[in-house]
């Protein structure tokens, strides 16, 4: 029988609660509805369900490559782009263009909080690595996805770029990793790289709540 260190546990789903506290907290004291950002973390958690499915059926044929790093990147990404935009569509009446990135970075915290449990048999150390690393990247990347969406929502842009970045980055560190050795060293270079990228992002989406700009999420404004 395998068995699960409670400091595992802690490690593993404390700190996407966490976060989803963090976010909740951060959209109340920016007058946006809390209810957006929990729904995003909810979304976030089936979105790994297509992630592995897809994965699990193209391993075969890539597994001999170095292409894995940057599909799996390109699969996670879309599949939690996929269902923050649903979380996006459903509250299109009460966005704010800060709210739509923290929602964002809240469905990458839902994410990580399921892809976590796949390392509850490691050790303490490595799940603790983990979340400074693979977990600060799912929830930066992730954010930054919101801020492409929160583009569109607002007729600010376009969200190609954003998208392409967010996945980027996300093939960077998977790429690092999977050649370890000295170049692993860096990886944790990507994860604080994004997170800088989507705290700038989340900043220069307060400009989205501006009156008199017209948008889908405020047509009346």
């Known amino acids: 029988m395998l068995f699960v ?3 595992n546990i802690l ?3 404390v700190p996407p609660i966490a976060a989803l506290l963090a976010f909740r907290r951060a959209a109340a004291l920016n007058g946006s509805d809390p209810r957006i950002v929990a729904h995003g973390f909810l979304a976030g958690i089936p979105a790994v369900i297509p992630a592995i499915a897809v994965l699990v059926l193209l391993a075969g044929p890539l597994a001999a490559g170095l292409a894995i790093p940057g599909v799996s990147a390109t699969i996670e990404e879309l ?3 996929a269902a923050l935009a649903v979380v996006v569509r459903i509250h299109r009446a009460r966005l704010t263009g ?3 990135v923290l929602a964002g970075a809240a469905t990458g915290a839902g994410f990580a909080f399921v892809e976590n449990g796949l390392y509850l048999i490691d050790l303490p ?3 603790a690595l983990r979340l400074v690393t693979a977990g600060v990247l799912h929830v930066s990347v992730s954010a930054i996805c919101g ?3 929160a583009l569109v929502a607002y007729r600010y842009g376009r969200m190609l770029r954003w998208v392409l970045a967010a996945i980027a980055l996300h093939a960077g560190y998977n790429y690092l990793i999977d050649l370890g050795g000295v170049p692993a060293i860096w990886a944790p270079l990507v994860p604080v790289t994004a997170a800088i990228i989507a705290w700038s992002r989340y900043n220069h989406a ?3 709540r501006l009156p ?3 948008t889908r999420a405020y047509p009346d404004s």
Do not use: T
């Open 5 to 7: 260190a409670p400091a």
């Open 11 to 13: 490690l593993a789903y």
């Open 79 to 81: 599949s939690k782009l």
């Open 98 to 100: 800060r709210v739509v």
């Open 125 to 127: 150390r490595v799940l």
């Open 147 to 149: 801020y492409a969406i």
């Open 206 to 208: 307060e400009q989205f």
């Open 212 to 214: 008199g700009r017209r």
